[in-house]
């Protein structure tokens, strides 16, 4: 019997998290390079597997993992309905940064998702297109956008990388990007809404809807969940 | 023409009842396809649509759709052919929408008129047309409810309440939207000085001063600094414009009665036999014109008498309306007393077709009925006649 948990392969989400495992008893050896097997100490049965953050949201969307540690933005983006399909075992407390709406700092006309929504309603009129935002999260901007602040009018502009270099590439006119300190955001002359914060992300233990696996393994994940304090 | 896993019998029948229905009332049918270019989609309904939709993409890495509803591919078929106005399209057909309380693959069947001039007439008949849809399903029209609103009346109280221009167009924006439009009436009464707080005060003096050429080459300047595209997006001249507004509608103030005004007429829920008095009561002791809309609204509803409606059936319900911005006057929806499950729905929506790329803009309204739903309350007996 064994269980799987998923953690970040790379960079300081992956040392974070190898030292959040170790102060909960499990010591990880991340193997030779380029390996995504581990050797696990601590915790009979459990196998961590090295994957990409959003890789990891995916697996645990589709139940293909027990355990995964990620960013709650990549879950909140990658899953429709994160309340009921995944279990937030605990907020890790590293990886922090805000999921934000950002426009260029010259329209000094706007500082609210009221003023942004005038904007965009009037867009279509004077320009001839909607109003473009470029984002990776086209889940979380539409629900911020649509569902809390009732703006209907733009097209999202999906964007894998260097989203902030939108605006003055002329691919979009504003974006929803994540940001920890906001020092990108203005290096390229963009500003924070004043309630455009969409989300307050953080690293997160989450666990995998467990219907469909066996009582052991179910017994086994409650056990590991017990070790971060539930 | 369906497979019969996903047509009941009954819809099989209602389908052919609307068929001959349409043809009798002169609509000619308009054949669409199912896999359509999602961007006319998204660019005119919004991205809201996008979780709605089942989106995939083509090989050249364009999105396409399963046929979410016809009015925009019947419209766009419209404009690819040139066909003579006015013209009356019906349809009948799968549209696919992810829904979470039913399959995502359901008929609906509906006529789009197009181009006639005479909007009452034209709406008088898409109002009269759907109901007789629903009559011919065989759905009894005494257990309906019938609801109408009117864009139109709302534009027109807040020109006569001569509210700033940038609250109209806010306000107008978020009508349809109940939550957002009280929210909207809120900042309005409350007015909205920390609005301005986090502003320059250099720049909020120089727009309550309305120095519109010495703000533009201000965020000129900013503009040129962050090196954003000159010939794209927001220019410097609209930033500076908006903003002398912002600052003039921060600073403006819906006095009491105007609001008391504003929510009396947002209040208004009766027959439409009743909906003129109604309107008259609220207009007349505040002393507002409503000028042509209410011309627009009476004759509407006496094409809708000589269309055989009776407006005894018909509530007039003023908060009534989509906040979709293609929509411009009549809306209306029934369903069964007491349901929430829509079985016909229309509206008239003049902005679609130049949005849509018509070189001129034609006047359009159009209905369509839900028959899975239709269906589904035929077989357990609840609408029948």
């Given at each position: 019997m064994s269980l799987t948990l998923a953690i970040p392969s790379k960079g300081r989400l992956m040392e974070k998290a190898l030292a959040t495992l170790d102060s909960a008893g499990i010591v990880v050896k991340a193997g030779e390079t380029r390996s995504y097997r581990t050797s696990v100490e601590g915790f009979e049965g459990l196998e961590v597997l090295l994957l990409s953050a959003s890789e990891i949201a995916r697996e645990l969307r589709d139940g293909a993992i027990d355990f995964g540690v990620t960013g709650e933005d990549l879950i909140r983006e990658t899953i429709a309905d994160p309340e009921h399909t995944v279990e937030f075992v605990s907020r890790l407390g590293f990886g922090q940064a805000n999921v934000v709406v950002a426009v260029p700092d010259s329209w000094v006309d706007v500082s609210n998702m009221e003023d942004l929504g005038d904007v965009a309603g009037a867009f279509r009129a004077r320009h001839g297109r909607r109003l473009r935002i470029a984002t990776k999260y086209w889940r979380l901007t539409q629900s911020f956008f649509t569902r809390q602040h009732g703006i209907q009018s733009y097209r999202i502009v999906e964007s894998l990388g260097a989203t902030e270099g939108a605006p003055a590439a002329g691919s979009a006119d504003i974006i929803v990007d994540i940001t920890s300190t906001g020092s990108t955001l203005a290096a390229n002359h963009l500003k924070v809404l004043g309630d455009g914060v969409i989300l307050k992300s953080e690293a997160c233990l989450i666990r995998a809807n467990a219907v469909g696996r066996d009582p052991g393994a179910r017994s086994m994940g409650d056990e590991l969940a017990k070790r971060f304090g539930v | 023409m369906f497979s019969a896993t996903t047509v009941t019998s009954t819809e099989q029948r209602i389908g052919q009842a609307l068929d001959e229905l349409f043809e009798k009332r002169g609509a000619e049918a308009a054949d669409t396809r199912i896999v359509l270019s999602a961007e006319p989609y998204l660019d005119t309904a919004g991205e809201a649509l996008r979780r709605r939709i089942f989106l995939t993409r083509g090989e050249g890495g364009e999105n396409l759709c399963l046929r979410p509803d016809f009015t925009i591919p019947v419209c766009m078929r419209h404009v690819a052919q040139g066909?003579?106005?006015p013209k009356r399209y019906s349809y009948r057909g799968l549209v696919f929408r992810q829904r979470a309380d039913g399959p995502g693959e359901f008929v609906q069947a509906g006529i789009e008129d197009l181009g006639e001039d005479n909007r009452a007439t034209a709406d008088a008949r898409a109002l009269a047309d759907s109901l007789a849809g629903l009559e011919a399903c065989g759905v009894d029209l005494d257990r309906l409810d019938v609801i109408l609103g009117d864009q139109g009346l709302f534009e027109a109280v807040l020109r006569a309440l001569g509210l700033p221009e940038g609250w109209q167009r806010r306000l107008i924006r978020t009508f349809g939207d109940e939550r957002a439009l009280e929210k909207a009436l809120d900042a309005l009464s409350k007015g909205a000085e920390d609005i301005l707080s986090d502003l320059d005060p250099q720049l909020i003096e120089l727009a309550r001063d309305r120095e519109e050429g010495a703000l533009t080459r201000l965020i000129r300047m900013r503009m040129e600094d962050a090196g954003l595209p000159p010939h794209s997006g927001r220019s410097p001249g609209e930033v500076a414009s908006r903003l002398i507004e912002k600052v003039a509608v921060a600073e403006a103030r819906l006095g009491a009665d105007a609001l008391s005004t504003l929510e009396a007429f947002l209040a208004i829920d009766c027959s439409l036999a009743e909906a003129g008095e109604r309107l008259g009561e609220v207009a007349g002791p505040a002393g507002l014109d409503l000028g042509r809309a209410m011309t627009v609204f009476e004759t509407r509803n006496l094409a809708l008498q000589a269309a055989s409606v009776d407006l005894n059936r018909v509530r007039y319900r003023a908060?009534?309306?989509?906040?979709?911005?293609?929509?411009t006057g009549l809306v209306f929806e029934a369903r069964l007393k007491g349901a929430s499950d829509t079985l016909a729905g229309g509206g008239r929506y003049d902005r679609l077709l130049t949005m849509l790329g018509a070189d001129r803009p034609i006047p359009a309204v159009g209905f369509s009925l839900w028959l899975d739903r239709i269906g589904h309350c035929l077989d357990k007996g609840e609408g029948a006649q």
């Open positions: - | 066909a003579d106005l908060a009534f309306g989509r906040p979709i911005d293609y929509y």
